[in-house]
């Protein structure tokens, strides 16, 4: 029996071991977070759209990472402290990962894999050279808050840039795809 991103081990904020199954028949939206970016206001964006979809099976799945110049440098109390303190997220929060490198998380192995390439990363990727920045290059994730949209089937079907948006047309149409989809 070959593995699924459902046997995927991974730890919740509050470090309890656990696997993405409990999540098997939702369509999921993983993003790796981070504290102290400029995009992490995107965390009001990703409430708000985890508070509208939830009930028709949407689920935000976010990942702390410190992979990006040191953007998230909090230990797993202190992220979930901010997240909810400061944006009042209900979301699911696991233990900080890493996101690339040779200590990638197996989760973020099988995603980039998977779907090595990301909607809307030109003007990020340039974005990024602008700040002296150079760009990790393909199947690695770019920046904090990429943006993977797995079916309900657990197929990665969709991979998005990070300053692609919760409110961003290009992502609501394939989170709505998914979610007309009924369980398998």
């Given amino acids: 029996m070959s593995q699924t991103i459902y046997d995927i081990q991974v730890k919740s904020i509050d470090g309890a071991a656990l696997t993405l199954e409990p999540f098997k ?29 939830r009930t028709e099976g949407l689920e935000v799945l976010a990942f702390p990472a410190n992979n990006f110049k040191g953007q998230e440098p909090g230990s797993d109390a202190e992220i979930k402290e901010f997240c909810s303190l400061t944006y009042d997220v209900k979301f699911p929060l696991f ?18 894999s998977t779907r090595p390439n990301a909607t809307g990363d030109g003007p990020f ?5 602008g700040y002296g920045i150079e760009p990790n290059p ?5 920046w904090n808050f ?29 989170i709505q795809a998914e979610l007309s989809n009924e369980a398998q």
């Fill in 25 to 53: 028949g939702k369509v999921l939206l993983v993003v790796n977070v981070a504290s102290k970016c400029g995009l992490t206001p995107q965390y009001e964006g990703l409430e708000k759209l985890y508070e509208d979809k």
């Fill in 138 to 142: 393909a199947p690695d994730v770019l």
């Fill in 95 to 112: 233990s900080k990962v890493s996101v690339v490198g040779a200590d990638q998380h197996p989760l973020y192995r099988t995603l980039t």
């Fill in 146 to 174: 990429e943006k993977f949209v797995i079916s309900r089937d657990g197929r990665v079907v969709g991979r998005f840039a990070p300053d692609v948006t919760a409110d961003d047309p290009r992502l609501l149409e394939a």
């Fill in 125 to 129: 990727r340039e974005r990024l050279k």
